[in-house]
């Protein structure tokens, strides 16, 4: 959470009124299940939904001026209580007897509700969460459990169809633009960038357009993938290793290649620089320029293909490098 609340949200906007509605109604359920992937903004959102309920103003949108709200900005406020986890795969029953279920009791210190957060909710155990069961049911009436999950469907059903569920959907890429843009004076060509490989999600989007590893990424993947041409199979092979021990993540170098070759198809359809992703600097579309003249609609159908048996093979798991070895294969020719 940032000192703007809720208005700091970027996108989510029908979770934003529907958590807004809630408190305007004065009728809050007492369990949520934030639904989203990893980076999608849950944990923001979830905590400013804390800080609107415990704030001292009592309006739908945390003051952040108050002492409650001042102190969950700290995270020092006592009413406002975070599940944390020993293992980093698992949430174990004695943690959730220990923080949820021994402290629910007790009324909360200065404010309206007690509200309790717990992050990668489908970390628990089964033991775990039907020791949460009970407090699900039966909640005093000011407690207020946050559940978060990356994947939903690992959860209980008892616990799941207890819970209000709040969908964290992607944004759309034109507000992950402004975003980075504006909050963050990320330049707008890298932003297009960010948030085109984001694909909505924009823990990534930040991630991206903080340059670093990322940005090394793709310039080695497409290095590779405009030189392929002009390697022995042997010295190709071993490249694509190299991605992998260096811990390029397979799905990452999909991501870049599709974007790659969408942007070369793009450009030889219609010849317009203004519409590519790839266009940040002048190597960069003199590359796009040559692969259009190089390759034909038929190469660029193949090499779409070849992606699409590589992400096939992931799934399958096949080997990473053996996949990755076919498809620089086949993007060579």
């Known amino acids: 959470m940032n000192e703007k609340g809720f208005r700091g949200v970027v996108g989510h906007g029908d979770a934003v009124a529907a958590l807004q509605n809630s408190i305007r109604s004065g009728r809050v359920p007492h369990a949520y299940l934030f639904a989203g992937e990893e980076g999608a903004g849950k944990h923001f959102l979830a905590t400013t939904f ?11 949108e945390p003051c952040m001026r108050c002492a409650s709200c001042r102190r969950v900005l700290a995270g020092t406020w006592p009413d406002l209580l975070e ?17 949820v279920v021994a402290t629910v009791g007790k009324r909360p210190f200065d404010s309206k509700y007690k509200v309790y957060i717990i992050d ?30 990356n994947s939903p469907e690992a959860l209980l059903p008892t616990i799941h169809s207890r819970c209000v569920r709040v969908d ?25 960038v960010a948030a085109a ?34 390697l022995p199979i042997a010295k190709l092979a071993s490249e694509t290793e190299a991605f992998l021990k260096e811990e390029i993540a397979f799905g990452e170098i999909l991501d870049i290649l599709l974007l790659w ?15 590519v992703v790839f266009r940040r600097t002048p190597e960069e579309m003199a590359a796009l320029r040559t692969e259009a003249a190089l390759l034909s609609y038929e190469d660029l ?33």
């Open 197 to 230: 490989f984001a694909q909505g999600n924009i823990g990534r989007a930040r991630e991206i357009a903080g340059g670093g590893a990322f940005a090394e990424h793709a310039a080695r993947v497409l290095g590779l993938a405009r030189k392929a041409r002009e």
């Open 301 to 333: 159908g193949r090499i779409f293909e070849a992606i699409e048996h590589a992400a096939a093979a992931e799934r399958a798991n096949v080997s990473a490098s053996f996949a990755l070895e076919l498809l620089f294969t086949e993007i060579a020719g």
């Open 50 to 60: 804390a800080a609107a309920l415990l704030c001292k103003e009592g309006g739908t």
């Open 83 to 99: 599940v944390v986890h020993e293992k980093p795969d698992l949430i174990s029953v004695k943690e959730v007897r220990e923080q």
């Open 120 to 149: 990668d909710a489908e970390k628990m155990n089964p033991q775990a969460q039907n020791a949460l069961l009970k407090t699900i049911e039966e909640p005093p009436d000011y407690a207020i459990l946050l559940l978060l999950a």
């Open 261 to 275: 070759y969408r942007d070369v198809l793009l450009y030889k359809s219609t010849g317009d620089m203004e519409k």
């Open 168 to 192: 964290v959907r992607g944004v759309p890429n034109a507000k992950l633009v402004e975003h980075l843009v504006q909050d963050l004076n990320v330049p707008p060509k890298d932003a297009e």
